[in-house]
T-cell receptor, first 115, second 113 residues
Framework: NAGVTQTPKFQVLKTGQSMTLQCAQD?????MSWYRQDPGMGLRLIHYSVGAGITDQGEVPNGYNVSRSTTEDFPLRLLSAAPSQTSVYFCASSYLKTGPDHEQYFGPGTRLTVT | RKEVEQDPGPFNVPEGATVAFNCTYSNSASQSFFWYRQDCRKEPKLLMS???SGNEDGRFTAQLNRASQYISLLIRDSKLSDSATYLCVVNPQNTGTASKLTFGTGTRLQVTL
């Protein structure tokens, strides 16, 4: 299993540009999510999905769109990049059932810089 | 008040030492608790879940205190390879379905020779 994969690993954008961060998992997980990690802020949830065709907003959704057309893929779109979106972005997936052994598997991250 | 609070550290300890981290959470209805480990410039990975009765995994012991709303992680006989940031993670819901995990900002541990 490849687990959770993310592309690209690094990206530099100019203000106003758009782009899509790709995320895929091969573990047949129903739940997928996107986080951003900033110094001193911890991981913050951007959007999440509990299955194909179902998405919802997290804590910091503004400026981002998602879709979930398949179980495997969960792309994150930046509509018009802003310097405030400079961050490290992690995609994660897990089984839907929650509980003490509910482990989220993270991708390796995308380091995004917006100038 | 933050939902999950941790001392950012760094905790600098010599190899072989015992070190403990605490984490407090604000939502008394929280149901599941975890410690994740994050190495520098890497993704977080599950270290261990935290059970109500406390649990141990080798040199690592996790405890939950619901009355005071904190969880702890104890590392015995620290190794250089334990150097990392330890994230306290709380699942606030108990609906039977995946929900939005809340992450602390992490406690950095540096183990030295």
């Amino acid at each position: 299993n490849a687990g959770v994969t993310q592309t690209p690993k690094f990206q530099v954008l100019k203000t106003g540009q758009s782009m899509t961060l790709q995320c895929a998992q091969d573990m047949n997980h129903e739940y997928m999510s996107w986080y951003r990690q900033d110094p001193g802020m911890g991981l913050r949830l951007i959007h999440y999905s509990v299955g194909a065709g179902i998405t919802d907003q997290g804590e910091v959704p503004n400026g981002y769109n998602v879709s979930r057309s398949t179980t495997e893929d969960f792309p994150l779109r930046l509509l018009s990049a802003a310097p405030s979106q400079t961050s490290v972005y992690f995609c994660a997936s897990s089984y839907l059932k929650t509980g003490p052994d509910h482990e989220q598997y993270f991708g390796p991250g995308t380091r995004l810089t917006v100038t | 008040r933050k939902e999950v609070e941790q001392d950012p550290g760094p905790f600098n300890v010599p190899e072989g030492a015992t070190v403990a981290f605490n984490c407090t959470y604000s939502n008394s209805a929280s149901q599941s608790f975890f410690w994740y480990r994050q190495d520098c410039r890497k993704e977080p990975k599950l270290l261990m879940s935290v059970y109500s009765s406390g649990n141990e995994d080798g040199r690592f012991t996790a405890q939950l205190n619901r009355a005071s709303q904190y969880i702890s992680l104890l590392i015995r006989d620290s190794k250089l390879s334990d150097s990392a940031t330890y994230l306290c993670v709380v699942n606030p819901q108990n609906t039977g379905t995946a929900s939005k995990l809340t992450f602390g900002t992490g406690t950095r541990l540096q183990v030295t020779l």
